[in-house]
C-alpha cells in the first residue's frame, strides 16, 4: 500500500452522492457515508475482480462494473465509527499510466480537473518509487505526466 507517499501528498477525491473515492498507484478506496448507528450485520458488500456491489439495511447504495480489473481476494470493507464504510480494492495494473477516469464503467467518473489532479498524484506517487532518497511531499509536477509522465527507465545511469 502507498501509506506514507499518500500522507504526504494528500488524497485527490472524487465526490460522489454517497461519499467519496479514490486511488494511488496500488488501490482505490471507496468511502460511503452511512446512517449513524449503522452495523456490519446490515451490510451486504460483494467485491468481485470487475464487480462491486454495496448494501445498507437493503438498500442499493453501488452496483455496477468497476472500472478496471481487480485483484479479488486482496478487496477489504470495513465500518468505522458506525457512519462510514471504507471499501479498499487493489488494482491488477499498479502503474502510473493506469489512472482510473471513473469508479464504475460510465458511473462516478472524475471531473477533468479532478482527473487530471489524480494523474499528477500517480506520476508523483511514481517518481517517489523509482527516487527513494528524493521527498516529493511538496513537489509539483507540470508538462508530459499524462499516461504516468516519462519514462526513465531506459536511460544510462
Known sequence: ??????????????ATPWGCWYQTLEDV?????????????????????????????GQEVLKGKLFD????????????????????????????????TSLLENEYAADPWVQDQMQRKLTLERFQRENPGFDFSGAEISGNYSKGGPDFSKLEK
Open 29 to 57: 478506496f471507496i468511502e460511503v457515508q452511512v446512517p449513524p448507528g449503522t452495523r456490519a450485520k446490515d451490510i451486504q458488500c460483494s467485491l468481485q475482480s470487475r464487480h462491486l456491489a454495496l448494501a445498507v439495511r
Open 1 to 14: 500500500m502507498s501509506g506514507p507517499f499518500e500522507e504526504r501528498s494528500g488524497a485527490v477525491p472524487c
Open 69 to 100: 480489473c481487480t485483484i479479488a481476494d486482496e478487496g477489504t470493507w470495513t465500518l468505522e465509527d458506525r457512519k462510514l464504510i471504507r471499501i479498499v480494492l487493489m488494482k491488477t495494473n499498479r502503474d502510473a499510466g493506469n489512472c482510473w
